[in-house]
Structures are given as C-alpha cells and as structure tokens.
DNA sequence: TACATTTTGTTATATCATAACGTTTAATGC
DNA sequence: GCATTAAACGTTATGATATAACAAAATGTA
C-alpha cells in the first residue's frame, strides 16, 4: 500500500507475485501457460511499468525475436486475470500487487525514477462514484493516474 | 459540470467556447491562429472526443491533406493554453469546457454514445490528494477518466 | 482416439505520435 | 519603414503502439 522503498529485497515481490498468480490459476481454471508466465515474470523484475515493446526486448531470445502480437495477447490474459494492469497515460503495463481480489485500483506514478505504486484507496473510488452518480451517470470503470514526485526521489528534509 | 443533454442547443457550446477562447488568447498574448482556431471548432463540434487522425480527415481539404504534424502541433497548442485536453485511456481530445481557469478536471465517458463531460470534483481532487499525501507522494499531475454510461443512454426507469 | 476449444506462430497492417529541417509569418527594436 | 529575431507552419520521414486474420499446434473432453 505504501510506496516501494529503494532497495526492498525485491526477490520478495516477484516470489510473492509469482506464486499468488500460480495459485489463483490454479484456483480459477485459468492457464498461465509459459509465454504468460514470462511476460508476467519480466513485468515483475522491476515496479516500473514497461511498455509491450519493451517486455518484447526482455523476452528470452530463443533465436527469434517472437511478433508484438505475442506480447499483447499475453498481456491481454494477464489484465483480464488480474494479473496486471495497463497504464494508459504511459502506455506501459505493470503486475497487479494484489490479485487475490477484483479491485479498483489507482496508480502513484514517479516522474522522476519511473516507479509506480498500486494503490486501493477507497476515499478516491467513493467520491468518484459520488461525482458520477451526481451527474447521473453508472460507472463502469475508472482511470486513476497520479504523477508527480515518490517519496524517495523527493529531497530529504 | 453536468452531462450534456441529448437534444442542448449546441451551437451555443461551440460560440461560447470559441468567444472564451478567443478572449483568452487575447488576455493571455496567445496566437490563436487560423490553423489552431479550425481544430479547436473541429473539436467543438460535439461532445464526443475526436482523435487526432479524425480531426485531420475533418480539416476542410483545400486540394491536399495536411500532415498529421500539423494537427498534434495545434492539439499541443491548445493544451498548452487550457483550451483542450487529452483523455490518455482513449487517446483522443477534446475542447475544456471551462478555460477561464486553471483547473485539474476529470471525465466521464460514456461507453455507449461517446460523449464526454468534464468535471472539476474537488472531492476527487482532495482524494487524490491524500491519497498521495499518505504515501509520502508529491502530486503533479493526475489523470481521472471514468467510463460507464451516460444519464441519457441509461435505461429510463 | 476423435472432436472441439484454446493457444500460439506468423504476416500484414492499422493507428497514434514525434524528429528534423527549411520556409513563411509575425513580433520587436531601431 | 526596415532589419533582426522568434514563433509558427509545411513537409518528409520515421518511430511507437496496437490489432486483424488465418493457419498450425497444443490442450481439454467425451
């Protein structure tokens, strides 16, 4: 819930993550198969959201750089999992730190060193639902993108 | 700051916003010109974001295509001066429907007919705010576009 | 095994956006 | 007014992001 700290033992997370999307496609019937589970992997070796592009580049080169094609439809499968979650003002994708349950997330994103923080803050998902119901309007969806400074790129008081 | 209705008179929308907008830049010494007036009354033309490629194919085609250069460069203008915003999960653009002020507003889309109201909730700002604040996270910028349906495409009760 | 379904591989193409550079237009100082 | 400078525009090229379509392979199921 908090922003990721500079130097976390980072092996932590991706286990962590690894293994809880292991287990809930285990528990849901889903298959996350190899090419999934890579893509996956490689969204976790860092919190800075990568863009599709990028995850190609960092995909295990077996002799033949795969099509995008590969990467979207894998990541297609992740976000409709749970697995993960697209930025869409970066166009970057990131894993989802907590998939054990559908949520409405909304991201904390550093201008300067790129992390992004998934954040569940219920104030925001209410008074969006506040707004859109004084104007009538059902909400579906909601994109929530926070830019600006983290707290370990801010200067230390 | 509530959704538009099916039938409003909207020509009044367009002149008020280009009235607004021509003040501004007067105001402000910005250069309202011939190419960046056209697409802002492009964008005026209804509710519904556009995007830049359908702003393009809307320019009036004096025998030749301008390039698509041409269109960003007028949507990074208008931006610029608080006459137009982007909505990221869309990738489209539309007139800011209140240019008299700096503001940070957020949008409803609708899924259903397209059209797009923008808000200025202080709640949602606030929010986000502490949201942030929680987190040790200083704000820039924040992206807020909620998707559902519309009060006029809901189901009559 | 046979069949249906899902996933993957592959090619091609659509869509969105910017770099770079030369020309034109407009603002500024004299 | 006229030279100087800055801003805007036209144009070409290219980069970045994303999807359509179809065949082949793998998987689930009867």
Known sequence: MSFPAPRHNHRHCIQKAMNTAEEKS????LRLTEIRRRVLEILWQSHIPLGAYEILDLLPDDGRRP???VVYRALDFLMEAGL???LSSRNAFIGCSDPSHDHE???LICD???TAAEVEAKPIAKAVEATAASAGFQ????VVEISGICPNCLPQT
Not at 26 to 29: P, Q, W
Not at 139 to 142: E, I, P, R, S
């Open 84 to 86: 993960a979650h697209k």
């Open 67 to 69: 099509a995008p094609m």
């Open 105 to 107: 997330a909304q991201f």
């Open 139 to 142: 909400v579906h969806q909601h």
């Open 26 to 29: 285990k528990a849901c019937g």
């Open 112 to 114: 300067e060193c790129g």
